[in-house]
């Protein structure tokens, strides 16, 4: 997992402590980055999804 790249995304849309789906889903796309690593890069660093509706962060 690149957590500098995952770090870079999260400053640059303003995340702290918690992501939507909608925002983990568009970052994902748009850097490159799996959907599991972003999971485990907010489990790792204690950042909340929310809004998942279809539990793919889970």
Known sequence: M???KIAQA???A?????????E???I???YGITKKE???Y???HGIRIRGSQTSCFR
């Not at 303003?14 to 909608?22: H, N, S």
């Open 2 to 4: 690149d957590t500098d």
């Open 10 to 12: 999260f400053e640059k």
């Open 14 to 22: 303003g995340i702290r402590a918690t992501v939507t789906c909608d």
């Open 24 to 26: 983990a889903f568009s």
């Open 28 to 30: 994902a796309a748009r």
């Open 38 to 40: 972003i999971r485990n």
């Open 42 to 44: 907010c489990e790792a």
